[in-house]
């Protein structure tokens, strides 16, 4: 915070104003791949120090010079108003909470919450084995690697079939595998 003597015009007298700076910042959502852009809006800012951290509290930006070396990070802009960075090639890794800072007489800070989505891959549908008339099969479909969880769903004629599904989480990516089997009809 910082304080200053204010002149009320035609009153006549002095008072103290306290101006606080604030930072802001908005949560993001990017796909795998994709160039997520991390803003930190600065308001009442006076060329204090400012310091954008990634989720593991690294610094990759120090008043605007680059700080960690990895150049999927890049500064695209930093002004008295607003510091905006972009991701590319987002990874899962890269998920988190970006610290904001602004560091004065007291220190202010937001997170902005990077989510990273994996698209379903094609599912692929397997026959364990031999389909024969009158007996029993057994179909599964799978979708691996999706974030968040797809939805797969069994038809026959138009209308849902019940199925049996089995997720698998691993490194927050979710696999997911659904069973259907056939029996003979009586």
């Known amino acids: 915070m910082r304080n200053e003597w204010q002149t009320v015009p035609r009153l006549g007298f002095v008072y103290e104003a306290t101006f606080s700076q604030e930072v802001q910042a908005e949560n993001v959502t990017v796909v795998e791949g994709g160039t997520a852009e991390i803003s930190c809006r600065l308001h009442q800012y006076d060329g204090s120090i400012v310091v954008i951290q990634n989720p593991s509290r690294q610094t990759l930006f120090f008043n605007g010079t680059r700080a960690l070396k990895d150049e999927r990070f890049q500064l695209v802009e930093f002004t008295p108003k607003l510091v905006k960075i972009h991701l590319s090639n987002a990874k899962l890794e890269d998920e988190g909470g ?89």
């Not at 602004?102 to 997170?111: A, F, G, N």
């Not at 029993?136 to 799978?142: D, P």
């Not at 138009?158 to 989480?169: A, G, N, P, S, Y």
């Open 98 to 186: 970006y610290f904001c800072q602004l560091y004065t007489d007291d220190t202010h800070h937001q997170i902005a919450t990077l989510t990273v989505l994996v698209p379903p891959e094609n599912p692929v549908v397997e026959v364990k084995e031999q389909a024969v008339e009158g007996g029993q099969v057994e179909l599964i479909c799978s979708a691996p690697r999706t974030k968040p969880e797809a939805t797969l769903r069994w038809y026959r004629d138009r209308r849902e079939l019940k199925d049996t599904c089995v997720r698998c989480i691993e490194n927050a990516v979710i696999s997911i595998r659904h069973f259907l089997r056939f029996l003979p009809f009586s």
